[in-house]
């Protein structure tokens, strides 16, 4: 008896397969084709049927006495497991409660208000990104930002790229290729994503020559380097990387005077560089304006970092090598677009109005203090339970950090909120709440995890009170 019942099964095993277009038919998949068009809808139907075709076949217990229905609903599932793992792919916004200030993996610097509209409003549509608007002829591409960087640094000119890698790169290609560029062997580093110094020197076609021992080097050992072939002495900021103890690295001065003498460019990749102090918030990153009043010919940083406005690689320093990147066809490949303008400039609008700590959220980021934290995080989680929370909520002293490579040593003091729940364990809660919508990004530590209001909008808040208090259980 058992032996017929399961033969009919095999038999017909695949006649309780729906077809296409039944399941296209289906509202779920019908919404689905909406947002994700009916090739790729038909293209995930169809891998579907063909999983299910595949255990059907190897005939397993439940696939092989399922009814029509249960294997219709088993496809809608499957369906919407698949769409959500592919929307989760999408681009989308998520909320950083990290406490990683600049976190390169979500984006770097959060634009500030200013940079959004401009952005938008700006540049979205037509501007008049290389048109002089007095006479209706051409104009020069990024004059704007370009004039605002040099008066925020005091250099002679400036110039935009599309990152401080390419900056970096284009600097040494154009300045120093086909010759010898003096580099401490203590700055020989990896800024992280293959980014090497001696790889980018390679690629830019100047040789790179040496000096000094990876914790003490003289200004001795550049002047002895300085050949017939040397065009350059190359500065690299250490970025996330610090070398303590016993070490020695000559002042961007005393490097500046040897290079007047020696009559070669002196070239500084600040990497995040600071167009302001931050030393008060135990920053130890080169302030740009600084580097140019000690004699730096020529300053690389990015946009996305410090500054706190979007990816892009400025460069400032002598008019004259400024005006020979300008030239050099390499520009042409490694300009940016006028959302970086529009954007940038708006960034740098802040600083010139001394509103730079008011408006710019990195900047507003570092200047936060513990103890409004402290309040910002018991408001949250008294609200919290005040609309009734699951879960456990204690407010805790930690550190916030800098991230995106810069000031690797400093940590900023704050409070955090520990979310614990009797049923879920630290890691159960980071999945939930990275899959919640809009994604929150947590951390966990020492076994519990956390959340760090310091790097949350105060508009955002509203999405980590409505996810502690929608968890029904
Ligand atoms: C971060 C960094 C870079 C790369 O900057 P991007 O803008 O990310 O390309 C280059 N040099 C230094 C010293 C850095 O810190």
Do not use: W
């Not at 009814?67 to 499957?78: C, D, G, H, T, V």
């Not at 021992?213 to 350059?232: H, S, W, Y």
């Not at 980021?365 to 995080?377: F, Q």
């Not at 929370?389 to 003091?413: H, M, N, Q, W, Y």
Request: charged share 25%; glycine share 6%.
């Amino acid at each position: 008896m058992k032996n017929g019942l399961e033969k009919s099964a095999n038999t017909n095993k695949f006649a309780v397969l729906p077809s296409v277009d039944a399941l296209l038919q289906a509202a779920k998949i019908r919404a689905a084709a909406q947002k994700i068009g009916s090739a790729k809808t038909t293209q995930i139907i169809r891998e579907i049927l063909e999983e299910i075709r595949e255990n059907l076949r190897s005939a397993q217990d439940d696939f092989s006495f399922a009814s029509k229905e249960k294997i219709f609903q088993n496809a809608l599932e499957r369906f919407a497991e698949k769409t959500q793992m592919l929307s989760s792919k999408d681009l989308q916004k998520v909320i950083n409660a990290t406490g990683v200030i600049i976190h390169t993996n979500l984006g770097r610097a959060p634009l500030s208000a200013d940079a959004q509209k401009a952005f938008l409003e700006t540049a979205a549509r037509c501007c008049n990104l290389e048109y002089d608007l007095t006479n209706g002829k051409r104009g020069r591409r990024g004059a704007f930002c370009e004039e605002l960087l040099a008066e925020l640094t005091g250099a002679e000119a400036a110039l935009i790229v599309n990152n401080c890698a390419a900056a970096t790169f284009f600097i040494l290609a154009a300045l120093a290729n086909g010759g010898e560029c003096v580099v401490s062997r203590g700055e020989l580093v990896e800024i992280g994503g293959d980014f090497r110094v001696p790889d980018v020197m390679a690629q830019a076609g100047a040789k790179m020559r040496e000096v000094g021992t990876t914790n003490r080097t003289k200004p001795q050992d550049f002047a002895n380097a300085c050949g017939e072939q040397t065009k350059m002495f190359v500065r690299i900021h250490p970025s996330n990387f610090r070398v303590v103890g016993f070490t020695k690295m000559p002042s961007l001065k005393e490097l500046a005077e040897l290079a007047r003498e020696k009559n070669v460019i002196l070239f500084e990749d600040a990497g995040s560089g600071a167009l302001i102090d931050l030393s008060a918030y135990n920053l130890d990153e080169p302030v740009i304006s600084q580097s140019i009043a000690d004699g730096a010919d020529i300053v690389s940083f990015s946009g996305d970092k410090l500054l706190g406005g979007v990816q892009c690689g400025i460069i400032v320093g002598r008019g004259e090598l400024i005006e020979k990147l300008r030239k050099h066809p390499l520009y042409r490949a490694l300009r940016v677009d006028k959302t970086i303008y529009a954007a940038l400039g708006a960034t740098l609008q802040s600083y010139r109005r001394d509103a730079h700590f008011d408006e710019i959220p990195v900047l507003q980021m570092i200047s936060e203090t513990a103890k409004n934290l402290c309040r910002r995080s018991e408001n949250l989680v008294e609200n919290a339970r005040h609309n009734g929370t699951s879960f456990d909520l204690e407010i805790v002293e930690g550190k916030s950090a800098i991230g995106g490579g810069s000031a690797p040593l400093t940590r900023l003091p704050s409070f955090l909120i520990a979310v614990s729940h009797s049923d879920k364990t630290p890691n159960d809660i980071e999945k939930d709440l990275r899959e919640n919508v809009p994604p929150i990004i947590a951390r966990i530590e020492e076994n519990r995890l956390l959340i760090d209001l310091r790097t949350v909008a105060a508009a955002e808040e509203i999405y980590l009170t409505e996810f502690l208090t929608k968890q029904r259980r």
